[in-house]
């Protein structure tokens, strides 16, 4: 009935599962839902939680079941879509509930451990495994054409406010506007740390080290966020580079890692940004893995000789 551990495997006390209540590994407790509020109170996350005990439900079938009858009306996904739109555009303590939530998280050690995980999970899987292969096999495996999976579809695309094409221009728009302000929509998020007393945002540790050398060596001043740039023949939406330099330089900063991704994404990624930089009148510098020799073609000083 249930993948993963049996409860009494863990603890030969624990209750097992049952149609209507699943059994929380951690305490022995049973819930209908384990949410990660819940785990949170015990010291442990969702995602920790599913790591030490593989496969182990988060819900029980009576529950699973009680939610995909109501995705299945068309009463069910209009109330579901009704009640997101409402909360997300009319609950002013809605919105500041999620931002202050969001940004606590963020700030928290527990963040920091979380993206530590998921990253090592991503670069195992990105080396040992063909990652458009994996993808497949896991919706061939586990959601072969199931009508959950179809339902899923469907909430997604045709039920889902944000998939609206006026909810898409005002995204949109507001990207366009946030960038002109020298925000992102990361930074909104609170996902952008602003560099020392600046207006400088960086996310990762290759721009904070950029970051530093210019101020090491006082040229800080000729750097600024860079604008979004878009266009017809562009393969997304927008392309918001990292900084501009003497508001001629775009400058793109990114790691082998990152760099591999999104060629597997959109192969010929970089080069595409460099045309649509190019075509909009600017010059297009781009920083892997920290190597500056491009950069001491503009910049009038030595940058010491990175160690790997």
């Not at 995909?68 to 303590?93: F, H, P, Q, Y």
């Not at 919706?139 to 009508?147: A, C, I, L, Q, V």
């Not at 728009?173 to 929509?185: A, D, F, P, V």
């Amino acid at each position: 009935m249930y993948k993963g551990p049996d409860p009494q495997d863990i603890d030969i006390n624990y209750p097992i599962h049952t149609y209507e209540l699943i059994t929380c590994l951690v305490n022995g407790e049973q819930k209908r839902i384990i949410q990660d509020r819940y785990l949170l109170k015990y010291g442990i996350s969702k995602v920790e939680y599913l790591i030490k005990f593989p496969e182990a439900p988060l819900k029980s079938l009576a529950a699973s079941e009680s939610y995909s009858r109501a995705a299945s009306t068309e009463e069910g996904r209009k109330r579901r879509s009704e009640t997101i739109t409402n909360l997300n555009l009319n609950s002013v303590d809605f919105q500041e509930k999620r931002k202050k939530a969001s940004k606590d998280f963020l700030e928290s050690d527990r963040s920091n451990e979380y993206r530590r995980i998921k990253s090592e999970m991503a670069k195992k899987q990105h080396k040992e495994t063909d990652l458009e292969d994996h993808i497949r096999k896991y919706y061939k495996e586990r959601h072969p054409g199931s009508d959950a999976q179809k339902q899923a579809s469907i909430r997604s695309t045709l039920y889902n406010p944000g998939s609206l094409p006026e909810a898409r221009e005002k995204g949109r728009q507001t990207y366009i506007r946030n960038s002109e302000m020298g925000l992102h929509n990361k930074e909104t998020k609170f996902k952008k740390k602003l560099y020392k007393e600046t207006s400088l945002m960086y996310q990762s540790s290759y721009e904070l080290d950029f970051l530093e050398l210019c101020d090491n060596k006082e040229v800080l001043a000729r750097v600024k966020n860079a604008p979004c740039f878009s266009a017809i023949d562009y393969p997304y939406n927008f392309y918001a580079p990292d900084y501009i330099l003497d508001d001629i330089y775009v400058i793109e900063i990114k790691s082998w890692y990152i760099e591999n991704l999104q060629e597997k994404r959109c192969p010929g990624i970089i080069k595409k940004k460099e045309a649509l930089v190019i075509s909009k009148g600017y010059k297009f510098l781009y920083i892997k893995d920290k190597d500056y020799n491009e950069l001491l073609k503009v910049f009038s000083f030595n940058v010491p000789a990175i160690k790997l």
